[in-house]
């Protein structure tokens, strides 16, 4: 199987006269041969004569994999935006994928960036509700992992931890619902949590689909619902409710109830722990959404 820990990474891949971009995990770069370059090599080899652009965070691979950890996801946002409008291969459009963190980050990318238009969004083990908690940061025995949850603990709404720590934007602590909408500058932005910015609905609305993958063993990411955008229940942190359930959902904040009913919401699943899965499996399941 394929175990890839990569984030703020980005790829893009064109078939024809589409595109796809691929937005990794945590603590990686773009250009490991064990996680991204490994995606990279299987898509090739699986779409002959696939033209494939990769793209940095940053100026340089130590960049990219320190971008992953401290440089704010609005701002990643931003320049992955530019990257995209200023390549004329991709006016077309394109399919995202992202894997773990890279999944909300690219959902950023379709809801603030229509052009070039996104097609199809590939969130591969993508926390879209957030997380509450760091079982397993990528690196168990790295200083970085200690500090960012010293970080989280302490204070994950303050400005300075906001700004400079990626993972305090997707902080979502249901015990301090008040604190996670007024101070989270990310997450609480593109799920709507604020006001309602109708053009960031319509964005999303556009996907041909919305494909969430969810891992059943996950050992990283809690809670794993958020995979599937399902969260705690809010005011506590035992019970969980599905995307469904929830009051993005019921008032269809960000138009996913309205892509539901017309069948452009996917949710699969498999056996494995974080982004872990068989070269079958993603032939199976994800390659036909790359077409």
């Known amino acids: 199987s394929l ?4 984030f703020a990474y980005t790829v893009a891949l064109t078939i024809a006269n589409y595109h796809l971009f691929i937005h990794l995990f945590v603590g990686d770069s773009c250009c490991n041969p064990l996680s991204m370059g490994a995606i990279k090599k299987m898509v090739e080899e699986e779409v002959p004569g696939i ?13 990219d994999t320190e971008n992953s950890f401290f440089m704010d996801v609005n701002e990643q946002v931003s320049f992955v935006c530019d990257q995209l409008a200023q390549d004329p291969k991709l006016k077309g459009g394109y399919n995202a994928m992202g894997f773990s963190q890279g999944s909300q980050f690219l959902r950023g990318v379709v809801q603030r960036c229509p052009d070039p238009p996104m097609k199809n969004l590939i969130s591969v083990g993508g926390q879209h509700q957030g997380v509450f908690g760091l079982p397993r940061c990528p690196g168990e025995s790295s200083h970085i992992c200690d500090w960012i949850r010293k970080m989280l603990n302490s204070g994950a709404y303050t400005d300075t931890v906001q700004k400079h720590l990626v993972q305090a934007q997707y902080w979502h602590d249901p015990l301090n619902d008040d604190l996670y909408k007024k101070h989270s500058l990310f997450l609480a932005d593109i799920n709507q949590e604020r006001v309602v910015n109708e053009t960031y609905k319509k964005n999303l609305m556009s996907l041909n689909k919305f494909v969430m993958v969810k891992f ?3 050992t990283m990411v809690d809670p794993v619902d958020s995979e599937w955008f399902g969260f705690y229940k809010p005011g506590q942190a035992k019970e969980l409710e599905t995307l469904q359930e929830s009051a993005i959902y019921t008032e269809d904040r960000l138009g996913l109830a309205e892509m539901d009913s017309a069948g452009k919401l996917v949710f699969l699943a498999t056996d494995g722990d974080h982004l872990q899965f068989t ?4 032939n199976d399941n994800l390659l036909p959404y790359l077409h």
Do not use: C, N, P, T
Request: proline share 0%.
């Open 3 to 6: 175990h890839k820990k990569a």
């Open 51 to 63: 033209y494939v652009l990769s793209l940095m965070i940053g100026k340089s691979v130590v960049q």
């Open 216 to 218: 059943l063993q996950d």
């Open 279 to 282: 070269r079958e499996w993603f």
